[in-house]
Every structure is written in C-alpha cells, then in structure tokens.
C-alpha cells in the first residue's frame, strides 16, 4: 500500500509520465537489467577465468541474448530504446570476440597447464554442489602434484630432452593462470575442511602438497621460461595481440581507421603539440631545448606532506573555472561528497601519477621508497603536471562522470567504453587549454606534457601491439618523446601491458578525446546547442561508443543493423613513419 500511494504521489508531481508510459513504456532498460544480472550471476558461479565450463557457458548465454535481442520489434523502439538495443547488440558481440580471442589463448597454454582439466574438473563438481569423494580427490590431488613437477621438468630450457618450447608471453599468461586456479583450490578446501570429517582426514596432506607445488611452479615460468626473478617487479613482459584482434577491437567500438591510421593520427596532435612546446619553452628562455624547459618545471613541486593541500587546491580550481564559464552543471552535492586518498607504494609501481573517479588517488613518495624513488615520484607529480589533470580526475572529469552516471541511465554502465571515459576527461584538458586555463609558460608546458603524453601512449600501443617495438623501446620512447623519468615511464608501460587494461586502453585517451573534439564542433561551434547543454547531455546519456552516442545527439535514424562510419579526423588520415631511433 505505501508503493502504491508513493508511485500515484509520484505520477502526480509527473501527470504526462503516467500517460506516457500507458502509450510506450520503455523495453529495453530492463532487457539490459535482465542481462547484467545473468551476466554477474555467471561471473560468479564460473569462477576459473580460462576453463572451458566458463567459456562454453559465456558463449552459449551472449549467443542465446544475441538471438533474443533480434527477436524484438526494433521499428515500435523509441529513440533512446532503439540506441539501448543497438548498445546491447554491441556489447554482445564484442564479449564474443573477446571469449574467442580468451579460447586461443588457452589453447596456446594447455602445453604448460597440463594439471589445469584435471583442477577444472575438481572445481566443477564443487559448483554444482556436489560431496567430493574424499579418497578419490586425495588421489587426484596427489596426480596433479607429479604433473607439476614431470612439467617443470619437460619445459626447463636446461633440460635437453624437453620437448616443449615456450615462449614468454605465453608463459606469463599461463602465470596469471595459475594464480587464479590456486587462489580456486584454496576456496575449494575452505568449502570442505574442518565441515567433512572424511575430506579433512583424506585431503589435507595432498592439498598442501598441490598448494605448495603450484607456488613453485609459478616461480618456475617466471624465472625458467619467462626469465624473471619471483620477486622481480621492474621487468616488462609484453602481450602483443596482433593487427587482426586490434581490428576488431576497434570494429567494436566503431573506430573506422586502422591501426597504423591511428599512430599518424597521434603524431599529427603530437606534433601540434611540439610546436607550443618549443613557443613555452622559449618563453621560458631555454629556446628550442624543450626538455630543460620540462625540467624545470619537474622542480616546481611542492614538500613531502604539502602535495594532499596542493591536489585539494587544483580540484576546486578546476570546478569553479567550468562554473565560471558556464561549461557543465556542477550539482552541489557532488561538491561535497568528493574524497581524497593516498595511493600505496605498491600500486605506485603501476600508477606513477595520481588517479581518480570516486576519490582522488595520491600519487607522492613515502618513507619506504629509496631516494631516487621519492625523487622521480615528487618530479613526476610537480605543480605544473598535476595543475593541468586534477581536473581530470575529478570536476569536471572522472568523478563527475561517476556522479552524473550513478543518476541517470544507471542500467547503461555494462557499455562503458575507455573512449568515452578517458576520452571525455580528456576532452575536458583539450577545452581548458582552449579557453585559457593554462596561463603561464610553466603551466602550459605541464599541459602539453600530458597531451604528448596521450599521442605517445597510441604510438607505443600500436606498435607493440603491432609487434614492430619491445616493452624496453616504449619505455624509452616515453623518456625521450615526452620527457618521463626512467621509473615513471616503466610504471606506465607496465600499466600498458601487464594485462589490467586491453590493448586499446591507453589509445582511447587521445582517440575519445579527438571525437569529443569533433562533436563540439559539430553541436556547439555550429549553435545547436550551448557548451552546458552538449556537456550535460553526454554526461546524461552515459559511458557508450562515441559513435553512437554522436548518432543520438545528432538524431539519426537508426536501424537494427546500424554501423557508424564516423572519420571523426578526416579521411585516409597520413603522416610519415615515425623512426624510434631518432628519438633517441
């Protein structure tokens, strides 16, 4: 009864919304409901990442989605129905490509896993709930125990009658692997021991026994075939895909240039950027020698305890500068509710500089780091750098989004693209700098090490992933094309390819940025619509392909088959190769 008379309170302070929703209720925010709930429900009953049970169940539930998404009657779709369809559609066939490109991975692995079906198997019986044999799985345990160490034996390089040859990507994929089948085993045994007095009698033995040869084994790939200390943290093991997953990776987001198109377009804006560079830095009197001018700045910071005021100080700036010029809505709860952290010393090895989204991550040098670490860490967070990215991170950037996101369209968050997130905050440095936020040459040299920064991260990306440069080439393209310290420039690459992110993550930044860029031109430079209505719009709409959130701002009729083109940087864009060694 009190829904009841909350919802007619409701439809009163609303009257067309009861007539509205009588005449055309929307369909697919709750079709999206649906499928995020049995999208998770699964993620949680198949717990090991790379087994076929998990694979063969993902496939079979985005196909049977698939075909019952094209069952609906896309024609009777309100617009905004008819985009959820088209961005569910999306999303399902980008998960397939993914559990396919998932599939060839682990085939390439099962050399290396030769106990993996046999610990699958293990596990699966535990999903479905069903009593272990307490003697058999001793036994099985015990198996896998010997598998290991006949494995180590075969694929130690050392040993010349293996007959296996392993390469190191595979070898530090099939590390990650074991990692989550181990983390599996010790889930599994909490489930039985100490519950089931025949398990705890049969099994304890064989576990710790299975336990510690994983651990070993893990040790193993990484010393003996990926040719890493276990405790090494500074060395990069790249994961190149290859031109054809980085073509459909980019078919999914509807990214019409290919990835070489992608590296001229970088350094177009890359060069754009040398060009104010070397103007800053001759205002600064170091003339065309730029990385003096960067230097300098990587002086300007503040002392070890000042950098959570600083961080504090950037953010408000930034949100009163995009009040002032009337930019976006800022609601004022979301003044408020923001919140600060400092970011540990370990994730400081992934994440040099300072994050953001729901709070603001602090990147600053502890008391455990050595001198040269605290060194590079307050030089690579100095006032110049984080003035021009606090913002970023925060108002109008990643916090906001999170804000706005959490109020509106909320189903639509399983679309959530690093091209409209990254490239949307990006966007945000691309308009500051335009309206002259950056005001001294010291300012704008931090900007313009950021936006190089952002041309710098497809160039390398692509050509990693392209398998024309090594993890240790991009490290010192950072240091040489952007001016990063040694460590900072490691951390980043790392990030790149450690397997946190896809391989078009660090390239979404610039390529968002850029569509952003043209979709203002578009809307706003042409007065369709002000810079607060085009910004609360996205924002509203939410996290999606560019594309098509360009398809719904510009009101194109879409049909159940629509596949966007947008050359949002012109045609057959060019540039000449790029020659690393020159950057040298």
């Known amino acids: 009864m009190r829904f009841l008379c909350r919802f007619s309170a409701f439809l009163l302070a609303f009257p067309t919304l009861g007539h509205a929703a009588h005449a055309q209720a929307p369909v697919m925010p709750d079709v999206i409901q649906r499928y995020s709930a049995d999208r998770q429900a699964l993620e949680a009953t198949y717990t090991v990442h790379s087994s076929v049970a998990r694979l063969n169940r993902l496939q079979s539930f985005d196909e049977e989605s698939l075909k019952s998404l094209k069952q609906q009657n896309f024609s009777s779709f309100s617009n905004s129905d008819q985009l959820d369809y088209l961005l569910l559609q999306n999303l399902l066939q980008g998960d397939l490509h993914d559990l396919s490109l998932q599939r060839t991975q682990r085939k390439a692995m099962e050399p290396v896993l030769p106990f993996a079906p046999t610990l699958e198997t293990i596990f699966e019986k535990k999903r479905l709930m069903q009593r272990p044999d307490a003697e058999a799985t001793a036994k099985q345990l015990t198996e896998i125990t010997d598998t290991i160490t006949r494995a180590e034996h075969d694929l130690d390089p050392k040993n010349t009658a293996g007959n296996h040859v392993v390469d190191p990507v595979t070898a530090n994929r099939a590390v990650g692997a074991v990692m989550d089948l181990q983390s599996n085993l010790h889930t599994w045994f909490d489930q039985y021991n100490g519950y089931d007095p025949q398990f705890t009698w049969w099994d304890v033995g064989p576990y710790r026994d299975t336990d510690k040869a994983l651990s070993g084994y893990i040790d193993f790939l990484k010393k003996s075939l990926i040719g890493i200390a276990a405790d090494d943290k500074t060395t990069i093991i790249g994961d190149p895909v290859g031109r054809d997953a980085l073509m459909k990776e980019l078919a999914v ?332």
């Open 253 to 584: 987001e509807h990214i019409p240039y290919t990835p070489e198109e992608l590296v001229a377009i970088a350094q177009t804006e890359y060069d754009w950027c040398m060009k104010q560079m070397l103007i800053a830095s001759h205002e600064m009197g170091y003339g065309d020698d730029w990385h003096k001018a960067v230097e300098k700045v990587k002086t300007m910071h503040v002392p070890p305890g000042e950098q959570p005021d600083l961080i504090r100080k950037l953010v408000l700036q930034g949100d009163e500068f995009v009040k002032k010029n009337d930019l976006v809505t800022v609601p004022p709860l979301a003044e408020e509710t923001w919140r600060m952290i400092m970011m540990t010393p370990e994730r400081q090895l992934v994440n040099p500089f300072f994050t953001g989204g729901d709070e603001i991550s602090v990147s600053y040098p502890t008391n455990t780091m050595t001198y040269a670490q605290r060194e590079m860490s307050m030089r690579g967070n100095n006032i110049p750098f984080a003035h021009a990215t606090a913002f970023h991170e925060m108002i109008p950037g990643h916090f906001l989004q999170y804000y706005i996101a959490q109020r509106y369209h909320p189903y639509r968050q399983p679309f959530e693209t690093p091209f409209w997130v990254e490239g949307n905050s990006l966007w945000w440095e691309m308009l500051f700098w335009d309206r002259g936020f950056d005001s001294t040459p010291e300012e704008r040299v931090g900007a313009l090490v950021w936006r190089m920064h952002r041309s710098a991260r497809v160039i390398f990306t692509m050509n990693f992933h392209l398998g024309k440069w090594t993890p240790q080439q991009c490290v010192q393209f950072l240091i040489d094309a952007v001016g990063f310290e040694p460590d900072n420039a490691t951390a980043e690459v790392r990030r790149s390819f450690d397997g946190s992110v896809g391989p078009l993550y660090q390239c979404a930044y610039l390529m968002g940025g850029l569509q952003f860029r043209a979709m203002h031109h578009e809307l706003v430079d042409s007065h369709k619509m002000t810079d607060r209505e085009f910004h609360d719009t996205i924002l509203q709409q939410g996290a999606m392909p560019l594309a098509l959130l360009r398809a719904s701002m510009e009101h194109e009729k879409l049909t159940p088959d629509y596949n966007p083109q947008w050359k949002f940087y012109g045609e057959h864009p060019t540039h000449a190769p790029l020659n690393i060694s020159e950057m040298k």
